[in-house]
Every structure is written in structure tokens, then in C-alpha cells.
């Protein structure tokens, strides 16, 4: 099994490569070890000395002193003044070279590679085979665990093999158990999945493997048929895979390559790997299939709630002019019978011929006239015109449509409930019990007044149709809620199974706020006693400057308005004048000089862990990039290019193009951009990284369940958000895929725990990405958080208590006083919460996502909520005093925009849509999208570069670094994404016979 590439294999096992400044830096030894140098004997020795401690300094690793490179080598003579004394490899001989190697040990407090080393990393390695990582990781994350526990790092052969023998023993264990405990019921099942049914020609395990995105009836009761052949599968496998421990990374590891694999792959495989594999790929299915039913449940409930409400304004404008005739009618007739009264007793009292006697006698006679029948007309046309029966029987009506499609779902899913949804589990289950046949003695409990009002005609009659739709709609806000939750589920479990384990917290606590860096938070007295200062600091603070601010107005209501005036606007126009004005830079061409550059096609593993076969071709790779980065699509992609075939571009996205695969691709591609000095031009404080996210919406063509519906965006369409992060020095490191009707600000925590190589320091986003519990999350976490909100000069300011503390002669007063209690009876739970996402155990858009829905009730939400309140305000009455970090937000934001704009100028073959239906083929799209941009930007940087270089003086060197600086390096004119186009004979003749051929003259 080959891990690294015959060239990664010698830069790991050579010394480093040094520039002069890293020679100073890691060749300027402390004085105790430069005194030992000066106690060796002999030049050789002293020389080697000093590079071996010089590249254990850089690497923690040993070289043999045959590789040292000769620069070293003079500069470390220099060091030991010796002048033009050589350095031999003879004269420095093994038994020196180990004496040396100890004391440099001992010197700087590490272990050798010995025989315990080997066991504690064995052990690490055997960890990380669990949890399937791809072998490169594997041997990044040995090296940095040998590292921080202070031990030397050995050869790549040594790890190669150390790796090789872990994945092997995990392999062997699985098939050893599998064999062990694999019944010969549960032998039979799996076998037959790799059978044809009696009435279709494929196979049962291919019939599986694709989910439904269609909310057609049939098509779910389809979905369904799939489910229950799962779910009994399922249930006869639990106990082997209880055996198994797969753990979850485990089950998508072994189920993916089942996904990927044709059937004679698999069938080719030995007989226990071959069932392994196909038990995963019944738990993963078996989980995507509850959460994909979950997601149809939800799809149809949201068409049918915008159906039902579309409809029901409709038929209230149609009936708005009948209902205005209704009005006259009843004031005409209470102009008549009360107001027509009132002005003949006007009369009647004025009348000068009757006496008073006679006056009462006829006033009593028109009270008495007919007065009821009128009073009892108007009450009840006021009744009827004020009461709107309307929409429950416009529900009613819409019922039959959404029973058939919801029905078979309820019927089939298990709910997991909690106190709260108890009355609604006992309905869901009279519901499963009669099959959907309801009556009036179906439960009410999960009902209100209202609705169990409604639940019957006015002749008394039950309405199981209206019934079953308000069932249907409970069913729904208890699955968004959390209130009802599904065991097997990746998306919708409780929110305990997202965080860390509490016995596991309880009994691990201390280690695991170590390991996430935590310690300091331990106890919440101190934070809140440091913010109370903080927060009354910055109150005074900013309403010293309330005269002296120009930008603030100051509202009569006690709001305020907050002006921040524009930057130069050229700093978000790219630098087209800069490249070639007649020399169009072919794509393909970028990509494979930033690959040169940066080694990003190497990312590109085989998705499985032991795959022996060689690397796919380069131009596999790039075509597939290209076709799915552009729009253009694989197969016409490969149809339009030369030298590669369907079949080869088609196995190379199959097997190597997965979302893990491609982020890496673009870390390698941001990293090399990070390591480069221009790009610091563009930053405007060296110790502070400013970054910034924001979403693009783009319509879905066909069936989906991930794209939502919105008429401002897609029209009668529907379609999804692209969410991109981008830092000041416009390196795109992250991106994600959300539904267009998901609110963004639960997924700012995930792009900014992507921090392999870019460490946000402070973050905006627009008003979208903003909510309380983010401020607060992402204090916790390490990061300032800096949106830019609308209105923000409405909104609610916070203060601790007591709320008297705030001066009356303060302009910006506090509206409401922090509830500090909760968030210290909640601060365990919080810190579990910022544990799980520092350690990656779980991601925090799954973790916001449930919690956003458990918000009204759950106590975790309202004390992270209550200690962002602390936060938002420190924030906002900065934010008031502070220009420059205002006009810094708007700029950071803006380069947001012009990434936006050219996604859609990278996506050459469909610029606003995406064909693909499935949440991780869009995400692998727009992954692919992103590679492309970061790559035209590296090949940018790099240009410029050059061009510094070949400047012919400092005066044209400066001039050209503040051009740069004051331009964006998001430019694309002079890249060719449209390819070449062929006017040779042979191309431009008739392929298909669509003209007759012309007779010879």
C-alpha cells in the first residue's frame, strides 16, 4: 500500500529545504547546545552536530548526513567559525551520529522512536483505522501526536508500515468477528442482496442504493416499500453490528464504497469483507431512508401549507365584494331599525301638538316594533361576516392529497417522544392501529380549543379529514421541534446525541476541556464578573462620544442610526490591466501549474483505505474538476475532450471525487496562498485575521428535497444557497450547501471550525448569518463575531443587573438586564456544547440546527442565547464608536459579493442553476466550483509575483505592490473557461446526414 508518492517519500526522509531567513532561524543554536558543539573533536563532528539539532528543530526527525544539503552546511561552518573546513560523511560515523542524536533528545526533552513509542502510536493508529480515515491522514496525524507527546519522529518506511499493519489488524478483526457471530439467517438475508428479484433484471442491493427525491405519491409508497425491506433487514442485523462496533464514521466508510461499486466489485471481494460491507450499507441506508422520509414529510407539509394559504387569500379576495354588499346590507338595516327609531323619537319630541303623556306612549310603541328581529339580524350578519370558517375547510378540502402522500410515511416511522409530545405519540399510534381509518373517538389531547372546535359540523358530524390534516400538521412542528425524534437518523435524533456523551463528560471532564483548550472556562464566576466590567466599561465608553460622533443620530424614541461612510470603491475592482490583454490563459493550464505549485490533484485519494491501484491520470482528474466546477457536466464533459474516455472520467469522479477529497484539495490550494507574502498586502492588522460568509442562491432543476421553495428568488422554481467564506486576503477556504429557506447563521460556526490552515480571528456576516446564540457560541469558541445588522440601532441593548447601575445621562441606555442565572445553572451544559465542536465530535450546524428548533423550549438554547445578549451588546456599542471597524465589516463583506459574482462566471455551462437533486453531489459541484476559483487566484498571486520580480527598480516594485493592494486579485478576464474551438475541415463537416450529400457536378 503506498501512502506518500515516490517524491513525498524523499522530501519526508530528507533534511528540509531552508531559505536564508529559516537558516538563521533554526541554525542560531541556544548556548548549551553550541557549547557541546564546541567540546567535539573534529569539524565533521561539530558540523553535524549542528545540523542535526538545527533540523530535529524544524521537523523533530533525524537525517542521514549524506542528504544535508551543502548550503546548510557552509552556513553551519560559518557558525562554528571553521572557516573553509570540509565536512566529510566518512568522518562522521554511525556510533557519533547516535551518541549526538541522545543528547539532542535530552536537550530539548524528547523521546526516541523506540519499542514503547511504537506501541503508544500502534494504539493511535488503531484508534484513527476505526474511524476510517484515509491513510495520508492517518500518517499527518502520527506526526503530530509523536510531536505534542515529545517524541521523535521516524522514517516514512517506519510509519508506512506501522499504518499498513493497523488497517490490516482492524480488516482481520471485522472478518474474524463477522465470521464469529454471523448467523445463518442473517448470512441468507445479506446473499440476497446480491440476487435479481423474479420480476427485474437488477440486482436487490442496486435497488436500494438510490433514494427518492419525488413527493409523488407513488414514488413514496415506493420510498416506503424500500423502508420496510431495510428496516426487517435491519433489525436482523442490529445484534452483529452491535458486534462489529463500526461506530458511525465506520458504517458510511464501508456503506460509500458499496454506493460507489458495481456489483461484481463487490462480489469479487472475500466472503466476510463482503458481508461487512453490506451490513454498513443496510445501517447507513436504513438511517438515510428515516431521515430522507423525515425530509418528504416535511416537503409535502410545506407545499401543502403554501398551497392551502395561496388558495385561501384568493377565495378571501373573491369574497371581499360579496362580503362589502353584506356590510351595506346590514348598515342599511341598521339605518333602518335603530337609526330610523331614533330620528321618529327625535320627532316625536319635538312635536309641539302632543303632550308629554302622548309623547311616551308612541315612543314605547316604536321600541316595541319589531325591534328584536332586527337586533337579532344584525348580530347574526356580524357574526357571519366576522367569523372565517373558510380555512379549515379549505384544509378539509386540500386532505385527500395529502393523506396519500403522508400517510403511508406515518404509518411507517417510529418516534422516538418525550413528555411534551406524549398526547401526539398516542394519537400517531391510534392513527397506525386502525390504518388511517379515523373516527370521532380518535384522541384529541395533542389538540387545542380551536381546533377540537372545528373537528365537528354544525350538524354535529365528525370530520376525520380535518382531523387527520391537524395531526398531520403537530406531527410536523413536533418533528422540527425535537419533540419527536427518530432513533436511527443522522439528521433527527435528540439533541443529547449530538453533544458528548454526559456520562462519558462526567467522568472525562477535565481531560476533555484540556484537549478542546477549555480549562479556562471551567468556572463561570470570573468570565461573568471580567464581561459585567467589560460591558459598564464600554457603556460609559461609548456614551462619552455620543457628542463627538458625526455618523450617530440619536431618535426621539431612544433608538439610534448609525451612518458608516464609503470606502474607495477600486479596492473591490479586480486587476484585469495587470495580465496579458492578448493572451488568453487556458483553465486546464491553471489548474495544472497551481497542481505543479501546490500538489492539489495528490488529494484526490481512492475513496478506500487499502487501494493498491495506481493513481488516476491527470487528465482524468483535471476534465473532472473542470466539468463539474463549470456547469458542463461529466459525461459531455468527457464527450468534448480529447485524450480521455467516458468510462476513465466517469471511475475517476466515482471513486476519488468525494467532498472530504476536494476540501482537502482546496486546503492545499489556500495553504500554498497562505505561505506566500503578497497576499498579507491586503490585510489590515497582521496579528488579526478578518473573514467573512455570506449565502448565493441558486435554482434547482428537477426533484429535490434539499432546495426549498421561494417565489422572490426562483420564482415557481425552487432551488438552494450556496454559503462561501472568504478571508481579507481573498483566499475562499470554505463553502456549504444549505437549503435556500435555512437561515444561515447556523451554519457560521461550521465554516469557521474548518481551520486547517485559515485561523478567523474576527468574522462577519450580513444580518442573515446573525443570532444571539452565535455571538455567544463563538465568544466561547475564540472568535469575534462582527455582523453586519439591519436596523441595528433597534436593536434590544443588555446590561447586568441591577439596571439602576446605567446613568440617566447616558444616551444609549440598556433595555433589559441579563438573566446571569441561567446561564450559570446551564454552564456545564455549555461547556459540553463548545466541547463537542472544538473536538469535531459532532458538527455545529447539526448541533444548531435541532437547537435553533428546540429554542422556545430547551434550556441549553436560552443560556447560550442569554450569554450572547452579553456579547451582542459589547459588540454593538462598539460597533457605534468604532469607524474603522464599521467601514472594515462593509469591505470584508464586499468581497463576499464579488466571489459571488464569480461563481457564477466560473460556472460557464449553467451560471444559476444546479442539475444535480442530492445535498452531496450539490456539494461536491460547488466544491469543485471553489477549486477552480482559489486555483485562478493562486495563478494570480503567483503571476504578480513575477512580475514584482522582474520589476526593474525599487520605485516600479512599490509602485506595482500599492496598485495590487488597492485592486482585487479576484480577476478572471484573462482566463479561457470557454475552451478552443476547432475550424479545421474535418470538424466543420457533417457528422450526423442532416444534409443529403450535393451530387457531383
Known amino acids: 500500500m503506498r501512502i506518500l508518492t515516490a517524491s513525498e517519500q524523499e522530501a519526508f526522509d530528507k533534511p528540509p529545504q531552508f531559505d536564508h531567513r529559516e537558516r538563521k532561524q533554526f541554525f542560531l543554536l541556544p548556548k548549551g547546545l553550541m557549547d557541546i558543539a564546541a567540546t567535539l573533536r573534529t569539524p565533521s563532528g561539530q558540523i553535524g552536530f549542528l545540523l542535526m539539532c538545527g533540523y530535529f528543530k524544524a521537523t523533530k526527525r533525524f537525517y542521514q548526513p549524506q542528504d544535508f544539503h551543502e548550503r546548510d552546511i557552509v552556513f553551519a561552518a560559518h557558525q562554528l567559525h ?4 570540509p565536512f566529510r560523511t566518512t568522518d562522521y560515523t554511525e556510533t557519533t551520529r547516535l551518541r549526538h542524536q541522545r543528547r539532542i533528545l535530552e536537550f530539548y526533552g524528547f523521546t526516541s522512536f523506540d519499542k514503547k513509542a511504537e506501541t503508544i502510536i500502534a494504539a493511535e493508529i488503531a484508534t484513527m483505522a476505526r474511524m476510517h480515515l484515509k491513510p495520508r491522514l492517518i500518517l499527518d496525524r502520527c506526526v503530530d501526536f509523536l510531536i505534542q507527546h515529545r517524541s521523535q519522529v521516524p522514517t516514512a518506511r517506519s510509519l508506512t508500515e506501522l499504518i499498513r499493519r493497523g488497517l490490516h489488524d482492524r480488516k482481520a478483526k471485522l472478518a474474524a468477528l463477522m465470521d464469529a457471530h454471523l448467523t445463518s ?24 442504493k438510490k433514494l427518492s427525491q419525488s413527493t409523488k405519491p407513488t414514488r413514496i409508497k415506493e420510498s416506503i416499500t424500500d423502508f420496510e425491506t431495510l428496516t426487517a433487514l435491519y433489525g436482523r442485523l442490529e445484534g452483529i453490528l452491535c458486534v462489529l462496533d463500526l461506530g458511525m464514521a465506520g458504517v458510511r466508510y464501508f456503506a460509500g464504497s458499496v ?14 469483507d463482503r458481508y461487512v460491507h453490506a451490513a454498513a450499507f443496510v445501517a447507513h441506508q436504513h438511517f438515510r431512508m428515516q431521515d430522507n422520509l423525515a425530509d418528504l414529510w416535511l416537503s409535502v407539509m410545506a407545499s401543502f401549507q403554501t398551497t392551502v394559504s395561496r388558495e385561501h387569500k384568493e377565495r378571501l379576495l373573491e369574497n371581499r365584494k360579496s362580503q362589502q354588499e353584506q356590510f351595506k346590507a346590514v348598515m342599511n338595516d341598521l339605518d333602518a331599525s335603530v337609526l330610523g327609531v331614533i330620528r321618529e323619537i327625535r320627532n316625536l319630541t319635538d312635536a309641539a301638538d302632543l303632550s308629554d303623556t302622548q309623547k311616551i306612549v308612541q315612543i314605547r310603541t316604536l321600541l316595541d316594533r319589531n325591534q328584536t328581529d332586527a337586533f337579532d339580524r344584525l348580530r347574526a350578519d356580524l357574526e357571519i361576516s366576522g367569523q372565517d370558517r373558510s380555512w379549515f375547510e379549505m384544509l378539509e378540502s386540500h386532505s385527500l ?5 403522508l400517510s403511508p410515511i406515518l404509518r411507517a416511522l417510529a418516534f422516538e417522544s418525550n413528555d411534551r ?27 387545542n380549543a380551536d381546533e377540537c372546535a372545528m373537528l365537528r359540523r354544525g350538524d354535529g358530524a365528525f370530520r376525520p379529514s380535518l382531523y387527520k390534516v391537524f395531526l398531520f400538521q403537530h406531527v410536523t412542528g413536533a418533528i422540527k421541534s425535537g419533540d419527536l425524534n427518530l432513533a436511527c437518523s443522522y439528521k433527527y435524533r435528540p439533541m443529547d446525541a449530538y453533544l458528548i456523551d454526559r456520562k462519558r463528560w462526567k467522568r472525562e471532564k477535565t481531560s476533555l476541556l484540556e484537549r478542546a483548550g477549555l480549562t479556562e472556562l471551567a468556572d463561570p464566576e470570573p468570565i461573568l464578573l471580567k464581561l459585567d466590567a467589560a460591558l459598564y466599561t464600554q457603556y460609559r465608553a461609548t456614551n462619552s462620544r455620543v457628542a463627538d460622533n458625526p455618523y450617530l443620530k440619536i431618535r426621539a424614541n431612544g433608538t439610534f442610526h448609525i451612518a458608516t461612510p464609503a470606502l474607495d470603491a477600486s479596492s473591490a475592482d479586480p486587476l484585469g490591466e495587470l495580465f496579458p490583454q492578448r493572451h488568453d490563459v487556458p483553465l486546464a493550464q491553471v489548474l495544472e501549474t497551481i497542481n505543479n505549485h501546490c500538489g492539489m490533484l495528490n488529494a484526490f485519494e481512492h475513496w478506500q483505505q487499502t487501494h493498491f491501484q495506481q493513481m488516476a491520470s491527470h487528465p482524468a482528474l483535471l476534465a473532472g474538476i473542470i466539468g463539474l466546477g463549470c456547469g458542463i457536466g461529466v459525461r459531455k464533459m468527457a464527450r468534448i475532450s480529447s485524450r480521455i474516455t467516458e468510462n ?32 498579507n498586502l491586503y490585510r489590515r492588522d497582521t496579528l488579526a485575521l478578518h473573514t ?182 459589547l459588540f454593538i456599542l462598539r460597533y457605534v464608536n468604532d469607524l474603522e471597524l464599521r467601514q472594515a465589516i462593509e469591505k470584508q463583506l464586499n468581497k463576499v459579493e464579488l466571489a459571488n459574482r464569480f461563481t457564477r462566471a466560473v460556472a460557464v455551462g449553467n451560471p444559476r442553476e444546479f442539475t444535480q437533486s442530492e445535498k452531496e453531489e450539490q456539494e461536491i459541484a460547488e466544491a469543485c466550483n471553489r477549486l477552480i476559483k482559489n486555483s485562478i487566484i493562486c495563478w494570480n498571486y503567483l503571476y504578480f509575483t513575477r512580475q514584482l520580480e522582474k520589476a526593474p527598480d525599487d520605485g516600479a516594485k512599490e509602485n506595482l505592490r500599492r496598485l495590487i493592494a488597492t485592486h482585487s486579485p479576484i480577476s478572471w478576464a484573462h482566463i479561457n473557461m470557454l475552451g478552443e474551438y476547432d475550424f479545421s475541415e474535418e470538424k466543420l463537416r457533417d457528422s450526423v446526414g442532416i444534409l443529403p450529400l450535393k451530387p457531383a457536378a
Do not use: C
Open 648 to 679: 476513465e472520467l466517469e471511475h475517476a469522479v466515482n471513486w476519488r471525487f468525494s467532498l472530504d477529497n476536494i476540501r482537502a484539495a482546496n486546503d492545499r490550494v489556500v495553504k500554498a496562498m497562505d505561505d506566500m507574502e503578497l497576499p
Open 82 to 85: 571553521l572557516g573553509d573546513q
Open 692 to 873: 467573512a460568509s455570506d449565502g448565493q442562491k441558486f435554482e434547482v432543476r428537477g426533484e429535490s428535497l434539499h432546495a426549498s421553495r421561494s417565489f422572490k428568488y426562483f420564482g415557481q422554481g425552487q432551488g438552494v444557497s450556496a454559503y462561501t467564506f472568504v478571508d481579507e486576503r481573498h483566499l475562499l477556504w470554505h463553502s456549504l450547501m444549505i437549503s435556500a429557506a435555512d437561515r444561515e447563521s447556523a451554519y457560521v460556526i461550521d465554516g469557521l471550525m474548518h481551520n486547517d490552515v485559515i485561523k478567523s480571528d474576527i468574522h462577519s456576516t450580513d444580518t442573515h448569518g446573525y443570532t444571539e446564540a452565535v455571538f455567544g457560541l463563538t465568544h466561547l469558541l475564540g472568535f469575534s463575531f462582527a455582523p453586519r445588522i439591519k436596523g441595528i440601532g433597534k436593536q434590544t441593548l443588555y446590561i447586568f443587573k441591577p439596571k439602576e447601575r446605567a446613568d440617566e445621562s447616558w444616551k444609549i441606555q440598556p433595555d433589559k438586564t441579563i438573566n446571569a442565572a441561567l446561564i450559570r445553572e446551564n454552564w456545564d451544559d455549555l461547556l459540553r456544547l463548545v466541547a463537542t465542536i472544538k473536538l469535531k465530535e459532532n458538527s455545529a450546524s447539526d448541533i444548531f440546527r435541532r437547537l435553533n428548533s428546540y429554542s422556545r423550549q430547551h434550556a441549553l438554547y436560552q443560556a447560550l442565547k442569554a450569554f450572547g445578549q452579553i456579547i451582542k451588546s
Open 401 to 405: 392529497k395529502l393523506q396519500n402522500r
Open 421 to 447: 409530545s406524549a398526547a401526539l405519540v398516542i394519537a400517531a399510534a391510534y392513527f397506525k392501529t386502525r390504518d388511517g381509518n379515523i373516527d370521532e373517538r380518535a384522541p384529541v389531547g395533542f389538540l
Open 185 to 208: 439467517e442473517a448470512r441468507d438475508l445479506l446473499d440476497d442482496l446480491f440476487s435479481t428479484s423474479d420480476d427485474q433484471n437488477r440486482y436487490r442491493l442496486t435497488l436500494l
Open 259 to 272: 454506493l460507489k461499486a458495481r456489483i461484481f466489485q463487490l462480489q469479487q471481494r472475500a466472503e466476510a
